[in-house]
């Protein structure tokens, strides 16, 4: 499978731990995405990297959230003292063109 | 700011019958691209069709078309035919202005369900 890979896929955690999330994206796609998505809602845009670099980052985005891409391929998005609010599907898409990204499958994280 | 508004958050269709799903946005860029994403039950999203608003032609791919209306800012997507497979979530996406990582904006989302 070529696709862009996210694990884990799904993660239980209680409030106050810290979660970390990978993305595998497609080989040659230089461009990185971090989405969230909430029921009922359309994904909402969290952080860009263009190969290592983290180039753009949501207002969404609090200090308890951080991201990497260490050597422009996989990336992590970790969140330190879980919130139930952080409760969400957070998407990885990568992209070599405008617009057109290709998305995992998502990774959903409950805090309880 | 950006805004992408979906009015109809479900839609269903019979099977091989057409439906249009609407989408309105706002933008202040004038060169721009929208996007129709289809999100499957507990898949991932895929891109289903893209318009370049500086073309007057709308985007066609095989069952799927948009009629874009650039003056009213108003993008739909039409699927004829309609497959049991299409039942999914349907966004709408604009890129957000100024963002050179065409970073999108989506809409909320129609629910579309196809009736055998």
């Known amino acids: 499978d070529t696709g862009v890979s996210q694990n884990p896929r799904h993660k239980i955690t209680k409030r106050g731990q810290n979660v970390t999330f990978r993305c595998d994206p497609i080989?040659?796609?230089?461009?990185l995405y971090w989405y969230r998505q909430t029921l009922g809602q359309g994904p909402e845009f969290l952080t860009y990297?263009?190969?290592?670099?983290?180039?753009?980052k949501s207002r969404l985005l609090s200090d308890r959230f951080s991201a990497e891409r260490p050597k422009g391929s996989f990336s992590t998005l970790e969140i330190q003292r879980t919130e139930q609010g952080d409760s969400a599907m957070y998407l990885c898409?990568?992209?070599?063109?405008?617009?057109?990204?290709?998305f995992g499958e998502g990774s959903r994280l409950t805090v309880l | 700011a950006q805004t992408v508004t979906q009015s109809q958050p479900e839609m269903s269709v019979q099977e091989a019958e057409t439906v249009t799903l609407s989408c309105t946005y706002d933008?202040?860029?004038?060169?721009?691209?929208l996007f129709w994403y289809k999100q499957p039950p507990s898949r991932q999203m895929i891109l289903v069709i893209r318009?370049?608003?500086?073309?007057?032609q709308n985007a066609t791919e095989n069952r799927f078309s948009v009629n874009f209306q650039k003056a009213a800012k108003s993008f739909s997507l039409k699927i004829s035919d309609s497959q049991l497979g299409d039942t999914a979530m349907y966004f709408c996406?604009?890129?957000?202005?100024?963002?050179?990582?065409?970073?999108?904006?989506f809409g909320k989302g129609t629910k579309l369900s196809v009736i055998p």
């Open positions: 996406a604009i890129p957000r202005s100024g963002a050179g990582s065409y970073q999108l904006t």
């Open positions: 933008t202040s860029e004038n060169n721009y691209y």
């Open positions: 898409a990568s992209s070599i063109y405008a617009g057109e990204l290709f």
């Open positions: 990297f263009q190969n290592e670099a983290q180039l753009e």
């Open positions: 318009q370049e608003a500086y073309k007057q």
């Open positions: 080989s040659e796609h230089n461009r």
